[in-house]
């Protein structure tokens, strides 16, 4: 993006490609086939020889690679595929790029769904190890011969927890390992996985970048930090041309092609016009989500607060150093975990419902829901309490907000 500001470099990315008959945004191809005046052009795209041409929908369409353009500029990246969700995307990468006998090293502080994929994986015959990826030591201590990749999230959802990502991506450039980057939560509005070392990128486009709540996708970028000659898993079919796009070129054959995880061009075209205003909601969210984190835990009603920006977090100055804001996500406790349901009901802005990165604010109390399924044991690792409370901050006049929570905790 160069010297460009963030919104300038979103808001110009398909103007900067070329839209057809001089639309102002991209329009939506909804074609599910593409034809070629001469063959030896369609061949070409199937062998990967013809540069940018289309076949089939399931693997991508001129509307999907115009989103996929984007997020590579907004990740500094050297190519993206997008995905019908964010855990198809996260589903690719474990599946396209471990084997069985691999050896994965997670953090312990991670989505519910991600660490019920982790479950499918181990049944795949896929090792994995989880620990408190707060301490570089921790993964440091759980690599083996056969680990293939580190993976942690920026800001771990429900708890806020944030991964030590320089020390892990430092140690992971030593042992020639794939640094994988979940930044759902910050976006690169706030921080860029790149920066730390991470080889791949993931995120649910449906929550910052997207930010509206009216399509779901997900995105997996390469930001060309990792060499994909030194990982054993890419097949020889792959092996050819820049090897810079050989994990990539596997992610979109094996997790689109042959999987089906396909953003549609409906749901990449409203997730590119809600990027534009990304950096207006992400500061606007951010500003309200620590005002509101700091009334929380200056109230006698409330226990503990967790928020990346209170001073009070434990990785407080790691999250001064690496993010430029703290993002919609926090969490706390009342005091009185059996007045949780009450105070949440007597919520008037807030919606009840599960879900992130809305213009809405969201609110759900975590373990009976989005982590039920997991047990108490694995909440208990996670440090999510009975009575947690996670919000997803909105648009909201911030002092409409604290209204709103002033008058339930009264």
Known sequence: MGSEGISTGIVHSDRRLGIEHGGVHKPIHTSVQYGFDKVEDLIGVFQGTTKGGFSYARQGTPTTAALEAQITRLERGVG??????????????????????????????????????????????????????TDAAQVAAALRPNTRMVFVETIANPGTQVADMPAIGQLCAERGLLFVVDNTITSPALFRPTDVGAGLVVQSLTKTISGHGHALGGAVTDTGRFDWQNHPNIFAAYRKGDPRQWGLAQVRKKGLRDMGATLSSEHAHHISVGAETLALRVAHTSATALALARYLESHPSVVSVRYPMLESHPQHALSKQLFSAGSWLLSFELADTAACMAFINRLQLAVKATGLGDTRTLVIPVAPTIFWEAGPQVRAAMGIADGLIRLSVGLEDSADLLADFEQALR
């Not at 996260?90 to 599946?95: E, G, L």
């Not at 994986?121 to 989880?130: C, Q, S």
Request: proline share 0%; aromatic share 12%; with cysteine.
């Open 80 to 133: 993206t595929v997008c995905f019908a969700t964010g855990m198809g995307a996260i589903s690719a990468v474990f599946f396209t790029l471990l084997r069985a006998g691999d050896h994965l090293v997670a953090s312990q502080f991670v989505f519910g769904n991600t660490n019920s994929l982790f479950g499918t994986l181990r049944d795949f015959g896929i090792e994995i190890t989880t620990v408190d990826a």
